[in-house]
């Protein structure tokens, strides 16, 4: 997962696009471009097992999901307790 991610946030303070940079540790940082100007935000992912993969971050925890298509891989993290989160993706 380690790389520059490209995509969307949602969450309690709005939606915008968002970069996030992966470490090989599963640390990320981050910035999400809101109409009020640009926010960082910060967390891990962390592999439970090769099914469970969760995140701890600034605006929350919850759960990712990774996924293959079309040539590019996709990261899907949602918030516990709720449908918000953010969508990236990055070339194979």
């Known amino acids: 997962m380690a790389g520059i991610w490209q995509g969307r ?3 309690p303070l709005g939606n915008g696009e968002a970069t ?3 470490e090989e540790d599963g640390a990320y940082t ?4 809101l ?3 640009p926010r ?3 967390g891990a992912i962390v592999v439970i097992d090769p099914t469970r993969v969760r995140f ?3 605006d929350g925890n919850g759960r990712v999901r990774r996924q293959d298509r079309d040539g590019r891989t996709i990261l899907r993290f949602v ?3 709720s449908g918000t989160g953010a969508t ?3 070339d194979r």
């Open 88 to 90: 990236y993706t990055r």
């Open 56 to 58: 701890q971050g600034t």
């Open 9 to 11: 946030m949602s969450g």
């Open 20 to 22: 996030m940079t992966v």
């Open 30 to 33: 981050g910035t999400i471009f």
């Open 40 to 42: 960082e935000f910060h």
């Open 79 to 81: 918030l516990d307790g």
């Open 35 to 37: 109409g009020t100007g």
